[in-house]
């Protein structure tokens, strides 16, 4: 009798112990199951570009996709630039994502070169920087933030979706205009899925058609069409030519520096893109005499057509 309860005791046993390891295999599972799907990199967390802050600043997210290169096919290895009269060569540097680092943005503004600026809506700066852009006599533009491809990259505030329709566009563009008072110009920030998207480009450009602005192209998808629209609906427009800071070392910049002025050397204008990097200041600084005796700093609105 004795032995047939500790046979049924031991049953018993064995049945919770399974049960209990089931439960654990059960529970770990959905815990892996919820990293997975809602917590790993890239998904919730937000992606900062690096090197967005410098000592004193504070860290603002501001996000950005990756940046395809040239749509320019450069030889391999170093550029060679030739003696050139640089009168016929005239390059504009855009600097994107200002309104949101206080000190590199106020390094930058306070450069002795012909740069353009383009802000972020709704920035902690844009305000700030805005009225000394205005002062220095630089192009100001919209940098209009646009759905990515990825939806792990945020555009930020005041973005243009595709699911807008043609009414929701031009409010939400009205109000980003509004934030950039004194904008020649508009060039996207990110937007690789929303270029693409002609319907969705085409209200975008009309609006900016009705406030006599020019677009440009950032050309952040290979595919856009914000370029192509853009002249078919007779807006004053250009596209970017050489993204300066994929990399940030110093070096990789002042590499993309060459390659922008051989491009204007070749087809007698290049439009350039960095973004308020330590390492793109130090680079406009070491570069700016270079770049100065082998081409003209122009604003961009000289190269729109």
């Given at each position: 009798m004795t032995r047939k309860k500790s046979a049924r005791h031991k049953k018993k046993t064995n049945h919770g112990c399974l049960l209990l390891c089931l439960l654990i295999l059960l529970a770990a599972s959905m815990a892996a199951t919820f990293y997975f799907v809602f917590l790993r990199p890239g998904t919730l967390q937000p992606t900062v570009s690096p090197e967005l802050s410098a000592p004193g600043d504070a860290a603002p997210i501001i996000y950005?996709?990756?940046h395809p290169p040239s749509h320019h096919i450069l030889s391999p290895g170093p550029i060679k630039l030739r003696p050139f009269d640089k009168k016929e060569a005239q390059i504009?540097?855009?600097i994107d994502d200002m309104g949101y680092k206080e000190k590199i943005?106020?390094?930058?503004?306070d450069l002795d070169m012909e740069l353009t600026f383009a802000f972020l809506p709704f920035g902690p700066h844009t305000?700030?920087?805005l009225k000394i852009a205005a002062t220095k006599n630089r192009n100001i533009l919209?940098?209009?933030p646009m759905e990515a491809q990825d939806p792990k990259w945020?555009?930020?505030?005041?973005?243009?979706l595709t699911a807008m329709s043609a009414k929701e566009i031009t409010v939400t563009l009205k109000k980003d205009l509004a934030a950039v008072p004194g904008a020649v110009g508009v060039n996207n920030h990110m937007g690789s899925l929303f270029t693409e998207n002609t319907a969705a480009m085409q209200s975008c450009l009309l609006h900016i058609k009705n406030n006599n602005l020019?677009?440009?192209d950032s050309l952040t998808s290979a595919k856009s069409q914000g370029y192509q629209i853009a002249r078919e609906m007779g807006i004053k427009t250009a596209r970017r030519d050489v993204f300066l800071d994929n990399n940030l070392d110093p070096g990789a910049i002042k590499k993309q520096l060459d390659a922008l002025i051989h491009i204007a050397q070749k087809k007698?204008?290049?439009i350039g893109i960095g973004h308020p990097h330590q390492a793109t200041l130090q680079a406009l600084r070491d570069y700016q005499r270079e770049l100065q005796k082998n081409a003209t700093l122009v604003k961009v609105s000289e190269l729109v057509d």
């Open positions: 950005e996709e990756p504009a540097i855009i943005g106020h390094h930058l503004l305000d700030a920087q919209l940098h209009l945020n555009p930020g505030p005041g973005a243009l020019f677009f440009i007698g204008s290049a």
